[in-house]
């Protein structure tokens, strides 16, 4: 059996291979030990899950080991959002969640996400505790399980609807009434995961009209390589709003705890532009100060908008296990990370791309302008800056070697601009001068070598793309 580890945001693999109701039971379990160790567990625990193949039944066993342990779980009714779990878990006080979700993996994959009492990402402490218990468990049989039924009639398990109570919460954040009188015609594309139906839900009601395709449930994601909101996979939003008629696009992957953008013109707001006019709607328009948290692959359009506002800006590693801690720490208005993760201060330390999706509708509500509009606004004030990735998939046994080509490379420049120097704070980066960056990162949730690249220029970014394969000894 391939050993059970947690990587950037929960333990990940592919379904009936590993990820079988057998190691879910026995990551359950340890779940639960860790919870009685943290004395969290009188508190109970909320269990929730997406809309992927088996996930209800895969939170079902998770409930079952919990009420064996004598720790009381709200088990959601139906499929959620992840953000609307913490936020349960938040909401009831409890003593942590579990979410049954492999966020934005392929359609064969599953996961299971803990959350602490905050209702954030587990760090690297509580995983490792998880962990740590999980091969004793398997080697001496010790999970412990009760029938779903009999565990409802003992009143150790209570199904909850979360939904109502999260969308009111959102809801609180903006003004819903300018944003459904606006007489916007949004498109929303949830990518057959746990968001669809509830934007529609936010703006019924009023004059924005919204129209959402991909909203049933459909755990093979049909035509998608993976639900993740990136353009390579909204071809068919672009098109229909390129068609005209429509003045913007929202789209969340497969959890809803992720968000992209579709301007008024059908073209892909990359998720760099978007986090940065997330900023910019809550320095300029809100008129709100506070420190600002951005991951080593966020742009650095953010960090001009902090000098810019007398914003203090703190970057941290991918996941947000390390943002949301820096964000609690700090007290940040607004944290991000280049996968389309966003959160916002007063809410969960934890993304949630439907709240997003709803500032940007308020940001065009409030100034009356366009995705396109607001984005050549603030390049205005930032500059031009460009970005891509390029997601290559790898095999274990090959790390090592691209680790080594990487280190014995020492470029002098990329993309025509010096290189001032590297770091490998997370994944292996190069400063160029200008304050430009080339970022090799192997993935911590699938396996996958990803090269970023932010540059002033489309053309240099991908000079820097293809810079970076070379310093990667790989060859498309």
Not at 387 to 396: E, F, S
Not at 405 to 418: D, F, L, N, Y
């Amino acid at each position: 059996m391939t050993e059970i580890r947690f990587g950037t945001d929960g333990w990940r693999a592919v379904i009936a291979e590993d990820f079988t109701f057998e190691n879910v039971r026995a990551v359950a379990q340890a779940t639960a030990d860790w919870l009685k160790q943290e004395k969290q567990a009188t508190n109970g625990v909320v269990v929730g899950y997406d809309t992927r193949f088996l996930s209800g039944s895969f939170a079902g066993a998770v409930a079952e080991v919990m009420a064996a342990n004598n720790i009381r779980v709200a088990l959601t009714s139906s499929f959620v959002p992840t953000p609307a779990l913490s936020w349960a878990v938040r909401d009831r006080h409890a003593g942590g969640g579990v979410m049954i979700t492999a966020s934005h993996n392929p359609a064969r994959w599953n996961g299971f996400k803990v959350k602490p009492d905050y209702g954030g990402s587990a760090p690297d402490a509580v995983t490792a505790a998880i962990e740590n218990l999980i091969p004793g468990i398997i080697a001496g049989k010790k999970v412990l399980t009760m029938p779903l039924g009999e565990a409802e009639a003992q009143g150790l398990v209570e199904r909850i609807d979360v939904r109502n109570g999260y969308l009111r919460t959102l809801g609180g954040f903006v003004d819903m009434d300018a944003i459904r009188a606006a007489n916007f015609n949004i498109l929303v594309d949830p990518m057959f995961g746990a968001g669809q139906g509830l934007t529609a839900r936010l703006l019924e009601g009023g004059a924005t009209t919204v129209r959402e395709i991909h909203g049933d449930r459909n755990p093979s994601f049909p035509n998608l390589r993976a639900p993740e909101p990136i353009a390579s996979n909204l071809a068919e939003s672009m098109a229909l709003i390129a068609g005209g008629g429509f003045d913007a696009g929202l789209a969340t992957d497969g959890d809803a705890d992720r968000f992209g953008l579709i301007d008024e013109h059908g073209r892909f707001v990359t998720q760099l532009q978007t986090f940065a006019l997330l900023v910019y709607y809550f320095l300029e328009v809100r008129g709100q100060r506070g420190p600002i948290v951005r991951s080593v692959t966020m742009t650095r359009m953010v960090d001009r908008l902090g000098e810019l506002y007398g914003c203090p800006v703190f970057e941290t590693k991918v996941g947000f296990k390390y943002l949301g801690a820096k964000m609690r720490e700090t007290d940040a208005l607004i944290a991000g990370e280049e996968s389309g993760g966003s959160a916002f201060r007063g809410h969960i330390p934890e993304r949630d791309g439907l709240l997003a999706g709803l500032f940007v509708l308020d940001h065009m509500a409030r100034t009356g302008k366009r995705p396109a509009e607001l984005l050549a606004e603030m390049y205005e004030r930032v500059g031009p800056h460009e970005y891509d990735r390029v997601d290559i998939t790898i095999r274990a046994d090959e790390r090592a070697a691209i680790e080594a080509h990487v280190q014995a490379h020492e470029p002098a420049s990329v993309a025509g601009m010096k290189v001032l120097g590297r770091d490998a704070i997370d994944g292996y980066r190069f400063n160029l001068e200008g304050g430009w960056w080339l970022l090799l990162r192997f993935s911590g949730t699938e396996p996958l070598l990803r090269i970023y690249a932010e540059m002033p220029t489309g053309e240099q970014v991908q000079q820097a793309l293809a810079a970076g394969q070379t310093i990667a000894g790989i060859s498309l």
